[in-house]
């Protein structure tokens, strides 16, 4: 997990993201990470780029919509689990490190039940 404020966009931390990634067979990413360097970072380290697309995108990528697109759900799904914890949803939380620890004890909680 990785923290960011508010005002920053998705791509700002995604090649840091990708880099720490490791070995992958694909990125699977919404339409935040949707960018020509984006893609081609992914496919320098060997990734099949798997990513929501913008409406305006001149040339559209080509993806498995069938299994790899559909993985994108099990994320989401996740993801609103962690913010049925109200100080996740609300971040009460005054730093970052406090709401980071929190979003892992969130976590932890959906991986248990």
């Not at 090649?15 to 949707?34: F, N, S, V």
């Not at 299994?67 to 100080?87: D, M, S, T, W």
Request: proline share 5%.
């Amino acid at each position: 997990m990785h923290l960011t404020p508010g005002n920053v966009h998705d791509i700002v931390p995604a090649p840091r993201l990708i880099e720490a990634i490791g070995r992958a067979e694909a990125l699977i990413a919404d339409k935040g990470y949707d960018s020509n360097a984006v893609v081609a970072l992914a496919r320098k380290r060997g990734m099949l780029p798997v990513i929501s697309q913008r409406p305006g995108r001149l040339t559209p990528l080509l993806i498995d919509k069938k299994h790899l697109y559909k993985a994108r759900h099990l994320v989401e799904n996740f993801l609103q689990k962690i913010k049925r914890c109200r100080r996740v949803a609300t971040r009460f939380e005054k730093t970052a490190m406090h709401l980071l620890s929190f979003v892992v004890f969130a976590s932890t909680l959906v991986w248990l039940a």
